[in-house]
Antibody
Framework: EVQLVESGGGLVQPGGSLRLSCAAS????????MNWVRQAPGKGLEWVSY????????YYADSVKGRFTISRDNAKNSLYLQMNSLRAEDTAVYYC??????????????WGQGTLVTVSS | QSALTQPASVSGSPGQSITISCTGT?????????VSWYQQHPGKAPKLMIY???NRPSGVSNRFSGSKSGNTASLTISGLQAEDEADYYC??????????FGTGTKVTVL
């Protein structure tokens, strides 16, 4: 079964840091590009970041550029999101999601169950 | 990058057809055939329903169809069923090599 499981969410103070992880199973992780998508409570979806299968290409949304860093470890079948200088507006459920096909922009499937990040003092 | 524009809500009776629009610009929806649609039930992760404007992943009902004209993409649900009641989001690739989602549409089955 193809599965993505996020972890690492929690409560953090403004200005703090947090590292999210996403464990992949059931498919050849090293062959697929991956993404992070977030959803603030009661709000819509927001794409956060993309990383290609070999980590050679990385993109960020303007809202997180310079503060968040996406990375992956293909040997460990894992995706990461290092979040620094966190703000209240970063509060959201963070999902990891695989590119559905082998090219960027084709859509996301599957998705993980999400991990909640709350930025508050 | 501004979110793509979707109607806040759409409703229909069981068996009817409804269409959800997703309006962007020539820098996103209108410029690329990389539009996808997602269904999200409360408390659940989104599910891919349509990719590349009009393609259905295996396992998605053929009651769901997608299309695009100019800067506007559309998702049509035919033979509306109670289980279709959910939030729906479109997404598009952009000229900035980023991805953008729509504002979301709540579908209500009357």
């Amino acid at each position: 079964e193809v599965q993505l499981v996020e972890s690492g969410g929690g409560l953090v103070q403004p200005g703090g840091s947090l590292r999210l992880s996403c464990a992949a199973s059931g498919f050849t992780f090293s062959s697929y590009s991956m993404n992070w998508v977030r959803q603030a409570p009661g709000k819509g979806l927001e794409w956060v970041s993309y990383i290609s299968s070999s980590s050679s290409t990385i993109y960020y949304a303007d809202s997180v550029k310079g503060r968040f860093t996406i990375s992956r470890d293909n040997a460990k079948n894992s995706l990461y999101l290092q979040m620094n200088s966190l703000r209240a507006e970063d509060t959201a459920v963070y999902y990891c999601a695989r590119d559905f096909t082998y090219y960027y922009g084709s859509g996301f499937d599957p998705w993980g169950q999400g991990t909640l990040v709350t930025v508050s003092s | 990058q501004s979110a793509l524009t979707q109607p806040a809500s759409v409703s229909g009776s069981p068996g009817q057809s409804i269409t959800i629009s997703c309006t962007g610009t020539s820098s996103d929806v209108g410029g690329y055939n990389y539009v996808s649609w997602y269904q999200q039930h409360p408390g659940k992760a989104p599910k891919l329903m349509i990719y590349d404007v009009s393609n259905r992943p295996s396992g998605v009902s053929n009651r769901f169809s997608g299309s695009k004209s100019g800067n506007t993409a559309s998702l049509t649900i035919s033979g509306l069923q109670a289980e279709d009641e959910a939030d729906y989001y479109c997404s598009s690739y952009t000229s900035s090599s980023t991805l953008v989602f729509g504002t979301g549409t709540k579908v209500t089955v009357l």
